[in-house]
T-cell receptor, first 113, second 113 residues
Framework: EAQVTQNPRYLITVTGKKLTVTCSQN?????MSWYRQDPGLGLRQIYY???????DKGDVPEGYKVSRKEKRNFPLILESPSPNQTSLYFC????????????FGPGTRLTVT | GESVGLHLPTLSVQEGDNSIINCAYS??????FIWYKQESGKGPQFIID?????DKRQGQRVTVLLNKTVKHLSLQIAATQPGDSAVYFC????????????FGAGTQVVVTP
């Protein structure tokens, strides 16, 4: 089954404790992206990647890091999480070809206390 | 499921009626627009897209209209069904980067019997 998987689905952590949210897709997509979703704000793009070893900032990259060492994986790293990073995070992927038919993962609910 | 928007505009539609969801976009240079649907507890799902050189595009039960003069996008859903209850987002892509997307805040559609 074609899908985007994220782990963990739920995470409660404390300020300053480094964490990684993994994202993996099995569709051989070149493009992958991370978003955060907060009430009333829609989705805001954190980082995106056009291909392996190519990453670019979205609208809200501060406090986040990403890497794209393999085509299928695009982990999101929070080196020193803060309470304002409490949010619902989505990973997405798509192929090139002019369409933004992005496939989204199920989301990761992160709470930073 | 997860609550994604506590203070979203809400459109209440009777089952069987047509729905019209509106979106004002910000960048007159945006060349590509997408509509997504997000059901409670799930990631967004692609519905339909349209390029800036078009003013109308139709899919299955959905039509997207683009008015570049007033920077307005709309999604029409024909014969609205209970399964159409969800939050709907528009997104735009600027011409500076293929990978960068900006989403609107979303509209909650509630289908009543």
């Amino acid at each position: 089954e074609a899908q985007v998987t994220q782990n963990p689905r739920y995470l409660i952590t404390v300020t300053g404790k480094k964490l990684t949210v993994t994202c993996s897709q099995n569709m051989n997509h070149e493009y992958m992206s991370w978003y955060r979703q907060d009430p009333g704000l829609g989705l805001r793009q954190i980082y995106y990647s056009m291909n392996v070893e190519v990453t670019d900032k979205g609208d809200v990259p501060e406090g986040y890091k990403v890497s794209r060492k393999e085509k299928r994986n695009f982990p999101l790293i929070l080196e020193s999480p803060s309470p304002n990073q409490t949010s619902l995070y989505f990973c997405a992927s798509s192929s090139f070809g002019g369409s933004y038919e992005q496939y989204f993962g199920p989301g990761t609910r992160l709470t930073v206390t | 499921g997860e609550s994604v928007g506590l203070h979203l505009p809400t459109l209440s539609v009777q089952e069987g009626d047509n729905s019209i969801i509106n979106c004002a976009y910000s960048n007159s240079a945006s060349d590509y627009f997408i509509w997504y649907k997000q059901e409670s507890g799930k990631g967004p799902q692609f519905i339909i897209d349209i390029r800036s050189n078009m003013d109308k595009r139709q899919g299955q039960r959905v039509t997207v209209l683009l008015n570049k003069t007033v920077k307005h996008l709309s999604l029409q859903i024909a014969a609205t069904q209970p399964g159409d209850s969800a939050v709907y987002f528009c997104a735009e892509r600027g011409t500076d980067s293929w990978g960068k997307l900006q989403f609107g805040a979303g509209t909650q559609v509630v289908v009543t019997p």
